[in-house]
């Protein structure tokens, strides 16, 4: 499915050339097992409504131009309290009745762009006993210690909460190709786990409103399109937006795609990771199959736990990454102490070195000289990759899977180099960490051959990408296996670590090593860490553009360190650790708050030696501050986080009077559960600068998971309804 030229198509007119822009949410049209008004609020009136909305909800007559409130029922009732309320993000379920005899109905409502209140109808199900199972399965979940684990568990709890015939959870990789990485089925079904389905298949158009309609329900492939009356929205003049409405008409294409597969009838959950789209729980049936509305938000709810816990699992991988390079920086210092060169720690055992980013390889470019472990390309490739690197690295790591197809004169190195991982140390772009992994030739299964544009059919009509969804095999040749998040963490933190203990180790070289001051402190200056340099009597000797950074002004230059408490908010006790420092020649570790010339505060740790010659003699002293501003941001995320939930979700919202609202307490103390040890992980295992975005997505995916579980208590005790099988 190709972009194509020209503009975007509207719906049900895109072909095989176009289908990647096709405006899915301008449906104009229903699936036919519910209706669809759309109101002025002033009024009440209904402006718009699909086709058959009144034989439908059993009333008879036009519904245009007609009142809510003279429809008979309690619908007006229900909605009154919504009007003007601000529900254009996750829509809100009320029950009420209609029809002559009167019949039980859930109506879903939001705010279309443009104007109007969209009321959504269908007959409503029968009460939903599943707290218990609810309950068990957020347990499961919590449970897990693997991703692989988790998504296991998570297709055999849908199967069995939706009786549908197959469960798939589809994880998309980072060129957006997905696969089926777990799955559940009946016997006599074809096993459809490992296959891949490339990018084309989900549309980015569909993909995003993925993330904002998280439960999206097809109840019967075969169904006739009910129209919007009138099409275009008497609000905008333009097609209704759709993107919210659950019972939008699918496209075209894809339910021929849909088709082709033989499948009668599917539900899909998006599964939300961080804020974004990772993945989805694909459920298949092979005939009609409708879930209700109650049904539906025990999915959304289940999936939001997933994905809460997908995030706290990826954050430990990197927490678990974070603590061996933590440990490979610790034998960098023992080895600048014991043999004055922290090079050793590196490369005396290659497993500490490669064992983070499960390379093969290594090598170190610094200060014009190689050192490598493990199987590397020669010398002089490993000279002309770094080259190739330089410009690529400057702005952070780089990585890919398949160097020859980045740049093909390095097809020749592909046995050793198939993928390289690169990152900067200190300042110099020549100097560079590498890590290399091996080709791995190995074949990719995809559901049908993603090549196979179109079908062969004769029929002008077959919209299908692919008529046979027969497994595949591709060889893939010249790539690696793809690097991980947490690989590209442990890269980026092993050469911060470098870079610091390197900055320490030229630090010191300034003060031994005179006749190297120039070349040093040129080196020293370029660093991006914050460097005090000062003689035995306390003259500064360096104190680099990044030091004088944090100053924050062009002012005279700082001459002695008994000017430098006076840049800290208490001066009284930077100048007394300064003290301890020159007289006693005890280190100093702790935190100060700088204020520079603009009056601006920022936390800094202080890291300061004395540099000795012999136990007796001192040759100066080496301040280093780190920029603790993203920490304690981060901190503050996480306490805010923990206040604001437990404020927010300490007490029920209203007196507890029923067995009903017990579970749902029950249920919610569950889900922060869920939460505040995947915030835990986080803050464990997460850099400081992504820390507080994760933090807000889990508690974004608490707050909406308790307007869901809210949903779950709507239900009458003595609702009727029909059952899950028939639209």
């Avoid at 068990?136 to 693997?146: E, V, W």
């Avoid at 909460?161 to 016997?187: C, I, N, W």
Wanted: charged share 20%; hydrophobic share 40%; glycine share 8%.
């Amino acid at each position: 499915m190709g972009l194509g030229q020209g503009s975007s198509p509207a719906f049900g007119t895109a072909d095989l050339s176009n289908c990647e822009r096709e405006q899915i949410h301008l449906a104009a049209s229903i699936q036919p097992y519910g209706a669809f008004l759309l109101l002025r609020e002033t009024d009440g009136v209904i402006v718009q409504a699909s086709a058959r909305a009144g034989p439908f909800l059993g009333l008879a007559g036009d519904l245009l131009g007609r009142p809510v409130k003279t429809l008979g029922g309690d619908l007006w009732s229900a909605i009154r309290p919504w009007l003007g309320a601000n529900i254009d993000a996750i829509p809100v379920a009320v029950r009420c009745h209609l029809g002559d005899p009167t019949q039980p109905f859930t109506a879903l409502l939001h705010h279309p762009r443009g104007g109007g209140l969209a009321i959504e109808l269908e007959r409503a199900g029968p009460p939903q006993n599943v707290a218990s199972q609810i309950e068990q399965a957020i347990q499961a979940f919590l449970d897990t210690s693997s991703i692989q684990g988790l998504c296991d568990e998570a297709a055999r709890i849908f199967e069995d909460l939706t009786g549908y015939d197959r469960v798939m959870v589809y994880r998309f990789d980072e060129a957006g190709h997905g696969q089926v990485f777990s799955e559940t089925k009946k016997p006599d079904l074809e096993a459809f786990l490992g296959n891949r389905y490339p990018s084309t298949d989900i549309p980015q158009i569909a993909r995003r409103l993925y993330e904002q309609n998280r439960v999206r329900l097809l109840a019967d492939i075969h169904y006739q399109p009910e129209p919007l009356e009138p099409r275009i929205s008497p609000f905008t003049g333009e097609d209704l937006d759709m993107s919210l409405c659950f019972l939008r008409s699918v496209s075209p294409i894809h339910t021929q795609y849909l088709k082709n597969m033989g499948v009668g009838a599917t539900l899909v959950v998006s599964l939300m990771v961080g804020g974004k789209l990772w993945g989805l729980i694909s459920c298949h049936h092979y005939s009609p199959r409708f879930m209700p509305f109650e049904m539906r938000s025990v999915c959304e709810l289940l999936a939001e736990v997933i994905g809460t816990r997908i995030t706290a699992l990826e954050s430990f991988a990197q927490g678990q990454a974070e603590l061996s390079v933590r440990r490979l920086e610790q034998r960098m210092v023992e080895c600048i102490s014991r043999d004055g060169d922290w090079r050793s720690a590196l490369f005396d055992s290659a497993r500490s070195l490669l064992l983070p980013l499960n390379a093969t390889g290594a090598a170190l470019l610094f200060e014009g000289q190689i050192l490598a472990t493990g199987d590397v390309p020669a010398t002089e490739h490993i000279r002309d990759i770094g080259r190739w690197l330089e410009p690529k690295i400057a702005e952070g790591v780089f990585a890919t899977a398949s160097l020859s197809a980045e740049d093909a004169s390095f097809a020749p190195l592909t046995g050793v180099a198939s993928g390289v991982v690169a990152t900067r140390i200190c300042g110099e772009a020549s100097d560079m960490l590498i890590w290399f992994r091996n080709e791995r030739v190995r074949t990719v299964t995809w559901g049908g051959n993603p090549f196979q544009k179109v079908s062969t059919s004769d029929d002008p009509m077959e919209l299908s990408p692919r008529r046979s969804f027969a497994q595949w095999h591709q060889v893939v040749e010249g790539t690696c296996e793809p690097w991980s998040v947490a690989d590209l963490t442990a890269a980026r933190l092993i050469g911060a670590s470098v870079t610091d203990v390197i900055v320490q180790f030229r630090s010191v070289r300034i003060l031994i090593a005179q006749d190297q001051l120039e070349q040093v402190r040129r080196q020293v200056q370029s660093s991006d860490q914050h460097v005090v340099v000062a003689d035995a009597q306390g003259r500064i000797l360096e104190a680099n553009p990044a030091f004088a950074a944090l100053l924050g002004g062009n002012g005279r230059p700082l001459r002695s360190l008994d000017e430098l408490p006076y840049c800290f908010t208490d001066p009284q006790e930077a100048q007394r650790k300064l003290q301890v420092l020159r007289g006693s020649r005890q280190v100093w570790r702790g935190e100060v708050e700088l204020e520079n010339a603009r009056g601006e505060c920022k936390p800094l740790l202080v890291r300061a030696d004395p540099v000795m010659s012999t136990p007796d003699r001192v040759l100066g002293f080496v301040l280093l501050f780190t920029d603790l501003t993203e920490r304690k941001e981060a901190d503050a995320a996480r306490r805010r986080f923990q206040e604001g939930i437990l404020q927010s979700h300490r007490k029920p919202k209203a007196p507890i009077q029923s067995q009903s609202d017990l579970a749902s307490q029950t249920l919610l103390s569950s889900v922060i559960e869920n939460a505040q040890l995947a915030a835990l992980e986080i803050t464990d295992g997460s850099d400081t600068a992504a820390m507080p975005n994760l933090l807000e997505s889990v508690r974004a995916s608490v707050a909406r998971t308790a307007e869901v579980l809210d949903q779950l208590s709507l239900a009458p005790e003595d609702a009727e309804g029909r059952s899950g099988d028939a639209p």
